[in-house]
């Protein structure tokens, strides 16, 4: 069955600094792998996504992941952190039958400070 | 761009109301879905949808009923709430991008039943 970890509940981090934000999956075959961002009370915004090909992928806003299959792990990266990017950050995979169904890890939090 | 839109923001119903939960998506996609978000527990799929007046239960389905009477509209029923179901609840729309498909989310709907 598939499963997300995001092992980081909350991460706060200074404005500038850089951004790792950690994702752990399970799944049987290759996986499709999301991050989405949520601000506060809006609905999911797609970063980006890996479905095959170059294990680096840049998103929007600046953030890249990078899929390592051999830790099964699928991290978000972002050099220099801006104040507007405080939201809640979902890793996601993605079923490959015909449910096309997403499974959510539980969110990680991210604070900003000036 | 994709849109998908729900009826509320937020609501407040009472213990024992009929709920409805309506979710339209402007894009012509074959799969919605209905997820609630809770805190700790991130997204959770009660019910999703590949088709007109299909549907399949997702995770936690308990509780809830949807119809899809037409494509672009989704809905989440509650025959009748309980304080438990007080949650956001986000849509979700999605389309084959490829060989893999990409959801897109409402902005969500915070319900509280009292």
């Known amino acids: 069955a598939q499963s997300v970890t995001q092992p980081d509940i909350h991460i706060t981090v200074s404005e500038g600094a850089s951004l790792e934000l950690r994702c752990n999956y399970s799944?049987?075959?290759?996986?499709?792998l999301f991050w989405y961002v949520q601000s506060p009370g809006q609905g999911l915004q797609l970063l980006l996504k890996y479905f095959s090909g170059d294990t680096l992928v840049q998103g929007i806003k600046g953030f890249e992941a990078e899929f390592k299959r051999s830790q099964s792990s699928f991290n978000l990266r972002k050099p220099s952190v801006h104040w507007s990017d405080a939201a809640e950050y979902f890793c996601?995979?993605?079923?490959?039958?015909?449910?096309?169904?997403?499974?959510f890890g539980t969110g990680t939090r991210l604070t900003v400070i000036p | 761009d994709v849109k998908v839109t729900q009826s509320s923001r937020y609501l407040v119903k009472r213990t024992g109301e009929k709920v409805f939960l309506e979710c339209v998506q402007d894009m012509d996609h074959e799969n919605m879905f209905w997820y609630r978000q809770d805190p700790g527990l991130g997204l959770r799929l009660i019910y999703f949808?590949?088709?007109?007046?299909?549907?399949e239960k997702g995770d936690i389905p308990e509780g809830y009923s949807v119809s899809r009477e037409k494509k672009e509209r989704f809905s989440l029923i509650l025959e009748s709430a309980s304080t438990n179901q007080t949650s956001m609840y986000l849509c979700?729309?999605?389309?084959?991008?490829?060989?893999?498909?990409?959801?897109?989310f409402g902005p969500g709907t915070r319900l509280t039943v009292t």
């Open positions: 996601a995979v993605g079923s490959q039958t015909g449910a096309n169904n997403l499974f």
């Open positions: 799944y049987g075959a290759t996986p499709y």
């Open positions: 979700a729309s999605s389309f084959l991008a490829g060989n893999h498909y990409e959801q897109y």
């Open positions: 949808s590949y088709d007109v007046k299909m549907k």
